[in-house]
């Protein structure tokens, strides 16, 4: 199984993104079959969650944790938060390369992020589902090998993989 780094690069802020919004973000890659994809923010960022890290962004202002140096208006409305998200999504890194190569927010019927997956991380996440499959056979495999030495799965490259029939079973 492969594992990639994903970080954000910036100067100690608070991030507004959690994992499971990047799960969700992962997701609507996975889905999508061009590099460049319009994302509603309201499917990635519940409107809970937006209160949420707004009551918590506004009630902590003082923090240097909490202020951010693009962000000037205070107490910081939904239209700033959606710039933190825009920011902190353009400082994404996957290994050491970005993530997006533009990211674009814009007001059509509702608040739409516009990205634009860089190579390196539409490759990651269109590779993700294949991790998992390698990652379940692996179990497999090691889990037969407490019964018996041979090998009943086998790969096949380009393809994916079959059971096979070992003779003299």
Same mark, same amino acid.
């Given at each position: 199984?492969?594992?990639?780094?994903?970080?954000?690069?910036?100067?100690?802020?608070?991030?507004?993104?959690?994992?499971?919004?990047?799960?969700?973000?992962?997701? $609507?890659?996975?889905?999508?079959?061009?590099?460049?994809?319009?994302?509603?923010?309201?499917?990635?960022?519940? $409107?809970?969650?937006?209160?949420?890290?707004?009551?918590?962004?506004?009630?902590?202002?003082?923090?240097?944790?909490?202020?951010?140096?693009?962000?000037?208006?205070?107490?910081?409305?939904?239209?700033?938060?959606?710039?933190?998200?825009?920011?902190?999504?353009?400082?994404?890194?996957?290994?050491?390369?970005?993530?997006?190569?533009?990211?674009?927010?814009?007001?059509? $019927?509702?608040?739409?992020?516009?990205?634009?997956?860089?190579?390196?991380?539409?490759?990651?996440?269109?590779?993700?589902?294949?991790?998992?499959?390698?990652?379940?056979?692996?179990?497999?495999?090691?889990?037969?090998?407490?019964?018996?030495? $041979?090998?009943?799965?086998?790969?096949?490259?380009?393809?994916?993989?079959?059971?096979?029939?070992?003779?003299?079973?």
């Amino acid at each position: 199984m492969t594992i990639y780094k994903l970080r954000f690069v910036g100067n100690g802020e608070f991030i507004v993104i959690s994992p499971q919004i990047l799960q969700r973000l992962i997701g $609507k890659v996975m889905e999508s079959s061009k590099r460049e994809l319009s994302v509603s923010i309201d499917s990635l960022f519940p $409107k809970e969650y937006q209160e949420y890290v707004l009551n918590v962004l506004n009630s902590n202002g003082e923090s240097p944790y909490f202020s951010f140096e693009y962000i000037t208006n205070t107490p910081m409305s939904q239209r700033e938060l959606f710039t933190i998200i825009g920011h902190q999504l353009g400082k994404m890194r996957v290994e050491e390369e970005k993530c997006f190569e533009t990211v674009r927010l814009l007001e059509k $019927k509702g608040m739409v992020l516009e990205l634009d997956c860089s190579n390196n991380f539409w490759i990651v996440c269109k590779n993700s589902d294949d991790n998992a499959v390698q990652c379940v056979i692996s179990s497999l495999r090691r889990k037969l090998r407490k019964y018996t030495d $041979k090998e009943y799965i086998q790969t096949v490259w380009g393809v994916g993989y079959k059971f096979v029939d070992v003779s003299g079973e």
